[in-house]
């Protein structure tokens, strides 16, 4: 009678395991349906511009300065594409295990100001100010280039989810003895409880009419943990969002000896 009984709980617990298994698939399924079904609009809204452009232009007909402007479009279209692809690429690297990182020793605050420059006229579009508080002689051990990145990404998503007129705080300080905090805070729309779970998986968005493919967060926060990092995140519905990366801190290099005096 034991031995049925113990049976009886087995396949009940087997059932409700198989039940949740299957409610993963699904739901895996949907997430990646809701990827394949955003990245052909992402995809899709560049090319629609590129070949309109191009049929236009090639009809002739048009002046110098409207020439211009639809050659500019292209060029900008263009740029969008790689970039998509690279983040589908650079998501597929990571997957892998693939990604390899050209680790040097990276000044905080030169990083940080480099990202601004690059959201620099993203940012006036919005009239949103960029704001930059960092202590002066953080260094971190990392790749440069992935860690801008991250900075990139964050930045971005800040000023997609800002509103008009208002400020976005890029801070560096440092964390504990070992460790820095750079963080990107926005007012803007903010994540509810029930999402800030979930915007760190891959290809998951709060709303897919945003444009993006989800894979922004997912990207940056593996990234991250490959420089032995952790990617925090707090926010507040309606009152903005603050990312905060902690990443282990290095000396800065020493100096380059100076040169020696030359004897007249
Ligand atoms: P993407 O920006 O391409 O949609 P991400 O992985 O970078 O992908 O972000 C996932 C989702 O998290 C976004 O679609 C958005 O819903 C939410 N999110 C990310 N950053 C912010 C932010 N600063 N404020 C509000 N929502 C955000």
């Known amino acids: 009678m034991r031995i049925k009984g113990d049976y009886k709980y087995e396949i009940g617990d087997l059932a409700s395991t198989l039940n949740y298994m299957a409610q993963e698939i699904v739901r895996s399924n949907q997430i990646k349906d809701d990827f394949i079904s955003s990245i052909s609009h992402e995809l899709r809204t560049p090319l629609t511009s590129i070949k309109g452009w191009s049929e236009t232009l090639v009809s002739g007909g048009y002046d110098p300065e409207e020439t211009k402007l639809g050659m500019s479009i292209i ?27 050209n680790i040097g020793v990276v000044n905080v605050k030169v990083l940080l100001q480099e990202t601004i420059l690059n959201v620099w006229a993203k940012a006036e579009k919005k009239r949103i100010r960029l704001l930059l508080e960092c202590d002066e002689q953080l260094h971190v051990k990392g790749d440069a280039n992935r860690l801008k ?4 990404n964050l930045v971005d998503n ?15 300080l440092p964390h504990n003895s070992h460790e820095a905090a750079i963080a990107v805070r926005d007012s803007g729309i903010g994540i509810s409880e029930s999402h800030l779970e979930r915007v760190r998986d891959r290809f998951f968005q709060v ?27 707090d926010s507040e519905l309606g009152s903005g969002t603050q990312v905060t990366v902690i990443l282990p801190v290095t000396d800065r290099l020493p100096d380059a000896e100076p040169a020696p005096e030359l004897q007249p």
């Open 75 to 101: 060029s900008k279209e263009s740029d969008r594409l790689i970039g998509l692809v690279e983040e589908i690429l650079d998501f597929s690297k990571l997957q892998q295990n693939e990604m390899k990182l």
């Open 149 to 152: 990145q991250v900075f990139l």
């Open 207 to 233: 709303d897919a009419l945003n444009g993006g493919t989800g894979l922004g967060l997912a990207i940056s926060q593996q990234l991250v943990e490959l420089h032995n990092g952790k990617l925090m995140l």
């Open 158 to 172: 800040a000023i997609k989810f800002s509103h008009e007129d208002s400020s976005i705080v890029l801070s560096a």
